[in-house]
DNA sequence: CGGAATCCCCAGAGATACTG
DNA sequence: CAGTATCTCTGGGGATTCCG
């Protein structure tokens, strides 16, 4: 994929240097790495959470009551394993696990957080943009 | 879905307080909104390339060798659609059209970057969170 | 050149039931 | 309580073909 060009592309002193395009390793790119794990439809929810304090287990299953089980679960386990959070077992009876944001993870949360919040101050004007948009097609 | 909940728990300062989190308008969410949408597989690519300057679109297809015709067409209509670029086309023969990022897209694309250069620079850390996990699971 | 239309596939996500 | 284990299904995305 094109690893190469997604760094030279956000260059923005340099004219675009398009570099050995079909030869880069498509998993290897930071970005679509990234996205492709914030990408799904809890991640960031969980991350805002967590973000905040540490939650146990079903805690944040009824702080997000649409999400299922599984996808708990398995979103929390991801999100481990990239190092965002770290997970913290309890053996009491009966057994309660702990999730916690880690040092990475909260470096993630900075620039993050920036994104989230201007997809709040600006949703108003890309709803406006959708209905114009939508309007101009018939 | 939990558009207050999200709210709320940003706000780092007060304690979570989940309100009235089952009635919610599930698409009304703004962060689920703008993460559906650059969630895509090629939103943030394009979106990188259009940051730095207007393009045609066999340009576009050009860049990215790996996208088929139907996903970047798909992909430029959607960004059109929420108003992060224009589309201008010239009655030439044959036609060409170019695409240009909007003051809305621009404003969109800073907050962005700053993530995306996050996963930069803090991709080598992540990796390493990946090979430990996978590890330690046998 | 820049699409639109069509067909198809599979990973992400939901529902349900069971367990240490 | 905090998970696994299956089964299922939707829709995002790819390949191909046709059009102004």
């Known amino acids: 994929m094109s690893a190469r060009t997604v760094v030279n592309l956000r260059n923005t002193e340099a004219p ?3 570099v050995d395009i079909s030869k880069l390793d498509f998993t290897n790119c930071p970005v679509r790495d990234l996205i492709s794990q914030i990408g799904g439809k809890w991640s960031v929810l969980l991350l805002e959470a967590l973000a905040q304090r540490p939650y146990r287990f079903g805690e944040l299953r009824r702080m997000v009551p649409d999400i299922s089980q599984r996808m708990l679960t398995q979103t929390l386990r991801d999100l481990q394993r990239d190092g965002y959070i770290d997970r913290e077992v ?3 009876k009966p057994p309660s696990v702990e999730y916690r944001m880690t040092d990475l993870g909260r470096s993630l949360y900075g620039p993050l957080a920036q994104l989230l ?4 101050a600006n949703h108003d004007a890309v709803r ?3 209905v114009r948009f939508d309007q101009s097609q018939d």
């Open 128 to 130: 406006a943009a959708r």
């Open 16 to 18: 675009p240097r398009v």
């Open 117 to 120: 919040n201007w997809a709040e």
């Open 90 to 92: 309890f053996p009491t």
